[in-house]
DNA sequence: CGTATGACTTTTA
DNA sequence: GTAAAAGCCATAC
């Protein structure tokens, strides 16, 4: 695996967005997640929008595990979606039925219910440099 | 190889 | 506090 130049290995690549699946299925229902803190997880902060990016692919193509990518918002406790008002609507409804409650601004209380990875999960998903 | 785009984040007004 | 602009990283063209 190649590094950034800050010396961070560079989390995208084959098996980035089956990490981020990884990831997101330790969410437990009732809690969220921002794209920045699975990002980080993964090993770079930088790569929310890859993040995002993987979760589009998967509603796309499905996948064989549940990923509850529903509980992964962005990091003003929004719902992102943009051009897709219908998935966005979707995502509220299954957030909500998992008792995470939205203010009148459609927002979350990220205080409350984001969830904190254990660092079990990023021993999971930690990219381990080149054998070479 | 340079430009444009994207389920984002952070900074500035 | 909210709203708008710049920034970042990797992919697609």
Do not use: C
Request: charged share 25%; hydrophobic share 40%.
């Amino acid at each position: 695996m190649k590094r950034t130049p800050d010396g961070e290995p560079r989390v995208v690549g084959p098996g980035f967005n089956a990490r981020v699946y990884a990831v997101v299925r330790h969410v437990p229902a009732g809690r969220v997640t921002t794209y920045g803190d699975v990002a980080t997880v993964l090993g770079s902060p930088r790569v929310a929008r890859h993040v995002g990016f993987a979760l589009a692919a998967l509603v796309s193509g499905r996948v064989e595990d549940p990923v509850p990518w529903h509980r992964v918002i962005n990091a003003q406790g929004r719902i992102s979606f943009k051009g897709d008002p219908i998935r966005s609507n979707h995502q509220r409804a299954l957030l909500e039925g998992e008792g995470v409650t939205f203010d009148d601004r459609d927002r979350v209380e990220l205080k409350r219910l984001r969830y904190v990875f254990p660092d079990a999960v990023y021993d999971e998903v930690t990219i381990e440099p080149d054998p070479a």
